[in-house]
């Protein structure tokens, strides 16, 4: 059994950071790419930024040059650095592991909210 459990959200002032944890319980068998998603009220969940193998390979343009994602594989944790937050960045966000060919292996967690805010 997989599970994703996200850390680390809450309110941060705008131009803030934050770091959010996503620890992996279970094993996940082959190559997958760890992602982050984020929904914001009244929108569309979307892809915010994809790790694989290699490093990072995807962040959307609204979040490029400030959010940074890695991954520990001795922690079996995915992180998610967010520097220079803005009011727009406010949202639930979500870890996501997808296996890189066989993408029924798709795994969720519960997501965490990050409220950014005076």
């Known amino acids: 059994q997989v599970q994703l459990v996200e850390s680390g959200g809450g309110l941060v002032q705008p131009g803030g950071s934050a770091r959010l944890s996503c620890k992996i319980f279970g094993d996940l068998y082959g190559s997958y790419f760890k992602q982050w998603y984020r929904q914001a009220p009244g929108k569309q969940r979307e892809l915010v930024a994809t790790l694989a193998g290699v490093g990072p390979v995807y962040y959307a343009d609204s979040v490029k040059g400030r959010f940074t994602i890695s991954g520990d594989d001795n922690e079996r944790t995915v992180y998610l650095q967010m520097n220079s937050l803005q009011l727009e960045d406010t949202a639930v966000y979500y870890c996501?592991?997808?296996?890189?060919?066989?993408?029924?292996?798709?795994?969720w967690g519960k997501g965490t909210q990050v409220t950014v805010s005076l």
């Open positions: 996501n592991a997808r296996h890189s060919i066989y993408h029924a292996l798709d795994y």
